[in-house]
């Protein structure tokens, strides 16, 4: 059974960009979740997925976003880059159990804004 | 904000001596779960206590849950030097439909076993 993919694994932006990052969950998970992990701020909540519905956003300003196709896969976007947002984004999916959600990670994409 | 907050930061012991952290959390939970990464790689999931649970068990890994003090720990026996990675507890808060649909993580303990 296929992991959870992440593309791309690493890039470079300058800031201004935009940049758009894939995530595609294990075969059956529906929902999926997005992280930012940095040193500093350790694992922030982005936002989570199900059937194409945002279910919860973390607090993260309107430059952050993303959206679920009907196949479950998922992309996050960040328009206007600033250099805090060099990080790495975790992308995770899940089997909706009541009580407990376990997330399977992705090995995440690194950014690096310049 | 962060939900968990794991204490030591980081912790160095030796192969084959016993790992302890600890996390505190503030709200109500319907689980508590630890998960373990290497550098710079995404998180593993290594167990899930619930929040009527006391204690529960995984090969060398004992996790112990205190509603009433809001607090977990995790201990790894007989340690390995393949244990070296950061370890993040991670809270499944209850929301008003029984789950917010996300967990919140710690900043984790960074455990360092020596050879």
């Known amino acids: 059974k296929a992991g959870v993919t992440q593309t791309p694994r690493y890039l470079i932006k300058t800031r201004g960009q935009q940049v758009t990052l894939s995530c595609s969950p294990i075969s059956g998970h529906r929902s999926v979740s997005w992280y930012q992990q940095t040193p500093g701020q350790g694992l922030q909540f982005l936002f989570e997925y199900f059937s194409e519905t945002q279910r919860n956003k973390g607090n993260f300003p309107g430059r952050f976003s993303g959206r679920q196709f009907s196949n479950s896969r998922s992309e996050m976007n960040v328009s206007t880059l600033e250099l805090g947002d060099s990080a790495l984004y975790l992308c995770?999916?899940?089997?909706?159990?009541?009580?407990?959600?376990?997330?399977?990670f992705g090995a995440g994409s690194r950014l690096t804004v310049l | 904000s962060q939900q968990g907050e794991e204490d030591p930061q980081a912790l160095s012991i030796q192969e084959g001596e016993n790992a302890t952290m600890n996390c505190s959390y503030k709200?109500?939970?319907?689980?508590l779960q630890w998960y373990r990464q290497n550098s710079g790689r995404g998180l593993v999931h290594l167990i899930l206590?619930?929040?009527?649970?006391r204690e529960k068990h995984s090969g060398r890994l004992r996790v112990t849950l205190d509603t009433s003090k809001k607090s977990s720990s995790l201990l790894i026996t007989a340690s390995r030097a393949a244990d070296t990675a950061s370890y993040f507890c991670?809270?499944?808060?209850?929301?008003?439909?029984?789950?917010?649909?996300?967990?919140?993580f710690g900043k984790g303990t960074l455990l360092t076993v020596n050879p």
């Open positions: 995770a999916s899940s089997l909706v159990v009541p009580g407990a959600n376990v997330l399977t």
């Open positions: 991670a809270t499944d808060a209850r929301g008003s439909g029984g789950s917010n649909y996300k967990l919140t």
């Open positions: 206590i619930r929040s009527n649970e």
């Open positions: 709200t109500s939970i319907n689980n």
